[in-house]
Structure formats: structure tokens, C-alpha cells
């Protein structure tokens, strides 16, 4: 999935959120929820989500966005099963300005908490301390905000590794949530560095 091409049906559509928190907030529900149980329901509660999606519901939505938005559901869930661990957050590419990627990381996190929420993850539950400690880094990130540049390089590399370790942590959450199904009995968190 492009991210540019989801940006661009949740702007016709008129959403106040972006394609990095839809893609979150999807990722949440699914490690709260699993695909099984999320079912044909995830995009009334994605397009629902918060402020910035009220109003909006699947009527709005024309053929080839509903094709698109289904296309990410299923990329997305076939990514968290798979062995290989291709899963990554949906973000701008490489090529787009740091401050902006920084932004919707930011954003991709709010979203991903929120579907955490909303797929009925209690807080109080008792999963591991290791995803206590994702979620609150999660949820730090969630904070972040433009900063002042250190030096490109170094700026670039510390997106880099940050992407990196939402990305393992995001995985560690999801096979933790949903049973451990393709982690190795030995499999530890991320740790950032």
C-alpha cells in the first residue's frame, strides 16, 4: 500500500486524519483483535476514529476506494502472519522532509494506541510487562514533535533506528496479543538504543 495513494482517499473523503494514523489505528485493532475477530467491521471503526473521522462511514466511499482500503486491510494482516516479519509502519517515504515523517510517525502511533483502545485491550489486563513497556514507548513517541536538527546524518539515522524498533516492537505486541504464534519461544522485545 502507498501511502500517498491512502493520503489522498482519506483528503477526498474529507478526514482530518492521515494515512499514517489509518494505518495505526488498523494495526491496533488487529493486535487487540486479530483479523478473525475484527472481521468486516475495522473500517466503520478506523473512519470513526476520533475527531478527525466523524462523519464519515463506508456510504462515502466509492469502488475503487473501498478496493483500496480492503487491499490494505488484507496487505496489512497477511504482513503481521507471515514468518518473514515484513510488517512496517505505513509512513512517507525516505524521499519526503524528516520533520514530515517524524510528524506522521508521530501520528501512526496515536493511531495504532487508539486501535489498541478501541479493539478492547484493558489496560489493566495482564499481558507482559515487555508490551507495557512498548506501549508506554509508543505512547511517548505519539508525543513527538518537530525538534532541532542535530546534523542530517545523524537526524536520519535516529528516524531510521526509531521506525526499526516500532516496527519489531509493533510485531512483539501483535504474536504477544494474539498468542505467540510465530515468535521463537526465546524471542525477546526490541530495545531502544
Given at each position: 500500500m502507498?501511502?500517498?495513494a491512502l493520503r489522498?482517499?482519506l483528503l477526498?473523503?474529507g478526514?482530518?486524519?492521515g494515512?499514517?494514523?489509518?494505518h495505526g489505528?488498523?494495526?491496533?485493532?488487529l493486535c487487540?483483535?486479530g483479523?478473525?475477530?475484527l472481521?468486516?467491521?475495522?473500517l466503520?471503526r478506523?473512519l470513526?476514529?476520533g475527531?478527525?473521522?466523524?462523519?464519515v462511514?463506508?456510504a462515502?466511499?466509492q469502488q475503487?476506494?473501498?478496493?483500496?482500503?480492503?487491499s490494505?486491510y488484507r496487505?496489512?494482516?497477511?504482513q503481521f502472519?507471515?514468518?518473514?516479519f515484513?510488517?512496517?509502519?505505513?509512513?512517507?517515504?525516505?524521499?519526503?522532509?524528516?520533520?514530515?515523517?517524524?510528524q506522521?510517525?508521530?501520528?501512526?502511533?496515536?493511531?495504532?494506541?487508539?486501535g489498541?483502545?478501541?479493539?478492547?485491550?484493558?489496560?489493566?489486563?495482564?499481558?507482559?510487562s515487555?508490551?507495557g513497556?512498548l506501549?508506554?514507548d509508543?505512547?511517548?513517541?505519539s508525543?513527538?514533535?518537530?525538534?532541532?536538527?542535530?546534523g542530517?546524518?545523524e537526524?536520519?539515522?535516529?528516524c531510521m533506528?526509531l521506525?526499526?524498533y516500532?516496527r519489531?516492537?509493533?510485531?512483539f505486541i501483535y504474536?504477544?496479543l494474539q498468542g505467540?504464534?510465530?515468535?521463537p519461544?526465546?524471542a525477546?522485545p526490541?530495545?531502544?538504543h
Amino acid at each position: 500500500m502507498e501511502y500517498l495513494a491512502l493520503r489522498e482517499v482519506l483528503l477526498r473523503l474529507g478526514t482530518e486524519g492521515g494515512a499514517s494514523e489509518c494505518h495505526g489505528i488498523l494495526c491496533g485493532l488487529l493486535c487487540a483483535q486479530g483479523g478473525q475477530r475484527l472481521g468486516n467491521g475495522w473500517l466503520t471503526r478506523v473512519l470513526e476514529a476520533g475527531d478527525g473521522y466523524a462523519g464519515v462511514n463506508e456510504a462515502d466511499l466509492q469502488q475503487g476506494d473501498l478496493e483500496m482500503l480492503a487491499s490494505l486491510y488484507r496487505e496489512t494482516e497477511q504482513q503481521f502472519l507471515e514468518l518473514d516479519f515484513t510488517f512496517a509502519p505505513l509512513l512517507p517515504d525516505d524521499d519526503s522532509d524528516l520533520s514530515e515523517r517524524i510528524q506522521a510517525l508521530a501520528e501512526w502511533c496515536r493511531g495504532f494506541l487508539y486501535g489498541i483502545a478501541a479493539g478492547g485491550l484493558d489496560v489493566s489486563s495482564n499481558y507482559s510487562s515487555e508490551v507495557g513497556e512498548l506501549l508506554h514507548d509508543l505512547t511517548e513517541i505519539s508525543r513527538a514533535e518537530i525538534y532541532e536538527e542535530q546534523g542530517e546524518e545523524e537526524d536520519e539515522r535516529a528516524c531510521m533506528e526509531l521506525v526499526e524498533y516500532i516496527r519489531l516492537g509493533v510485531i512483539f505486541i501483535y504474536e504477544e496479543l494474539q498468542g505467540r504464534r510465530n515468535l521463537p519461544a526465546d524471542a525477546e522485545p526490541p530495545v531502544l538504543h
